[in-house]
């Protein structure tokens, strides 16, 4: 093989593999999943089907969670005025943590007519991991105030997970998965890992770098190498 193919093999195999790392890079599994409530209102038992979805986004050493319902649910038999109802949930943990994190949101910034499926606004929370791995989160129960009464909706038909995170616990310790958070804190322990996905990218990124300078090392002693065959003739 030429000195020039030599190279431009070695260049090329270290670009491939910096690209390779970079799409290893982890992200978060989300879903719009159905779930069908049974809710138990003051006049009874109604059920609604709503398509949910939950996003989480990195924030500090949690991430803030987001909780959407892309169709109303349960109803009133009177009008409920600007204001008047007030929504609540909680999100079912799984995977490497358990548990559940409560979000909530708005009252509604409208009036609601009389049975009319009552839109839920987003509802948002913290969530501040525990343990490390691989963590789902499950829509869980709903709780709607209004008038002085409360609707408590249930899921029945055992939903699937909406969203899946990849995360390292805040303290460090390890969750299921056996795996434990790198230790990035100062000397004086104050300041806690940084986790999630951005994070995950620029360290990947930065073994992608190394892999890099480890074929431009290799191109530069083959030129000096060759340099010096040349030399001695």
């Keep these: 093989m030429s000195y ?3 190279t431009a093999a070695l ?7 910096g690209s390779a790392v970079f799409m290893a890079a982890p ?3 989300a879903s719009v999943v159905n779930v069908n409530y049974k809710c138990q209102t003051p006049i009874g038992v109604k ?18 969670l987001t909780m959407s319902w892309q169709k109303g649910v ?40 009389a049975n009319t499926p009552i839109k839920i606004n987003d ?15 499950t829509a869980a129960v709903l709780t709607i105030k209004a008038l002085g009464t409360t609707t408590t909706c249930t899921p029945t038909n055992s939903p699937g997970p909406s969203l899946t995170l990849d995360v390292t616990s805040a303290s460090g310790s390890s969750g299921s998965s056996g795996s434990t958070g ?13 986790t999630g996905p951005d994070d995950s990218v620029i360290a990947l990124g930065t073994l992608g ?22 030399a001695r003739r």
């Design 182 to 194: 790198s230790d990035t804190g100062t000397d004086s322990g104050g300041t806690l890992p940084k």
């Design 209 to 230: 770098g190394t892999v890099l300078l480890t074929g431009a090392a290799g191109t530069l002693w083959l030129t000096r190498r060759n340099q010096t065959a040349r």
């Design 74 to 113: 349960s109803s009133s038999p009177v009008e409920l005025g600007k204001g008047a109802m007030s929504p609540s949930a909680t999100i079912k943990l799984g995977g490497a943590d358990s548990g559940t994190v409560s979000v909530s949101g708005p009252a509604n910034q409208a009036a609601i007519p």
């Design 11 to 17: 260049a090329s195999v270290a670009a491939l593999a």
């Design 47 to 64: 059920t609604a089907v709503s398509p949910i979805d939950i996003k989480g986004v990195k924030s500090g050493s949690g991430y803030k």
């Design 4 to 6: 020039q193919k030599r």
């Design 123 to 137: 509802l948002t929370g913290t969530y501040t991991p525990k343990a490390t791995g691989k963590v789902t989160f």
């Design 27 to 29: 992200a978060a599994e």
